[in-house]
């Protein structure tokens, strides 16, 4: 026996709602009838899945390891329900995707704004964050691509990479900071900073460009207070704090911050990055996932090359 779409659905609604109750509601079935598809799991995986007590029911290791699978595996179901409706020109369904600073704050508003004209029974989930965490997210099967930052350090073996443009990594710091006329990085050792970072990270020599920044011109380490994942938070702190950070220079040009934030112009410059569209080289995107990567990276490179 092979498990089945029904019961990977029937697991995955359990795991996400802590009962069999709550899922039979959700799906709108017999508790009898998710039991029964749980056990049939089970018995032929040959592992248990869930561990049962009074307050409900959690996974175990192994049911944690599948639901990532099962994930992954039902995402990939919907798409191709999905993309075999859009091909027959029925655009519905859904787009999830992901963006770092410089593209989102250069593109999104005005190709969200066109895309939703053209598309309206499409819904569209951005998600924000490191492009470590994207390119994560990519394998996983759970963002449709990305437009993320890409060094010569980032593997990107199984990915597409479509380089848009050149990044422009500055030090920004809240307008009237004491330090926001230095002309050299050796004047900023002793202020603190905001970095970016992806959970569990672990100790890469290439993982941070701001070290690497201090590193190769043998200053000490930079004094980091805290790491955040979301860049609001991130630029929130350095628009209410003396601390600094390592930005896209667009963050004190344009955008929500831009009024909060200046550039340092020190000497010393960052490694610069490329602004890339990722998505899984082997599989696929659905039409309507197509249409608004090449939208993204269509406006971003005009952006870019008007302000150039």
């Known amino acids: 026996m092979a498990l ?38 089970e018995l032929i995986l040959g592992a248990t899945l869930f561990t049962r007590t009074n307050r409900g029911i959690t996974l175990t290791a192994l049911g944690q390891r599948l639901l990532q699978r099962a994930g992954a595996i039902l995402g990939e179901c919907e798409r191709a329900e999905q993309e075999v409706q859009q091909l027959r020109g029925d655009y519905v369904g859904e787009v999830t995707f992901g963006m770092t600073t410089e593209p989102l704050i250069d593109a999104l508003a005005p190709v969200l704004t066109e895309f939703r004209t053209r598309f309206p029974r499409v819904a569209v989930h951005l ?57 050299s990085l050796a004047e900023l050792t002793d202020c603190t900073w905001i970095a970016t970072r992806s959970p569990n990270l672990t100790d890469d020599p290439q993982a941070s460009r701001l070290s690497n920044l201090f590193e190769s011109h043998s200053l000490p380490p930079p004094n980091i207070i805290a790491t955040v994942e979301g860049l609001f938070e991130s630029l929130h702190l350095v628009g209410e704090t003396d601390c600094l950070s390592l930005e896209s220079s667009v963050v004190a040009k344009r955008g929500p911050f831009a009024d909060s934030l200046t550039s340092i112009a020190v000497r010393e410059r960052a490694v610069e990055q490329d602004v890339c569209l990722l998505q899984r080289a082997a599989v696929p995107v659905t039409p309507a996932a197509q249409e608004l990567a090449t939208m993204i990276a269509s406006y971003t490179r005009t952006v870019r090359a008007r302000a150039g």
């Open 127 to 183: 998600r924000t964050g490191t492009s470590r965490m994207m390119i994560a997210w990519i394998r996983e099967g759970t963002l449709d691509f990305a437009v993320a930052l890409v060094s010569k350090y980032t593997d990107t073996a199984d990915l597409s990479v479509t380089r848009l443009y050149r990044s422009d990594p500055v030090i920004v710091c809240r307008r009237g900071h004491p330090k926001a006329d230095a002309t």
């Open 4 to 41: 089945t779409i029904s019961q990977l659905r029937v697991f995955t609604a359990v795991a996400e709602h802590g009962s069999i109750r709550a899922a039979a509601r959700a799906l709108g079935t017999a508790q009898s009838g998710i039991t029964q598809q749980l056990q049939n799991l």
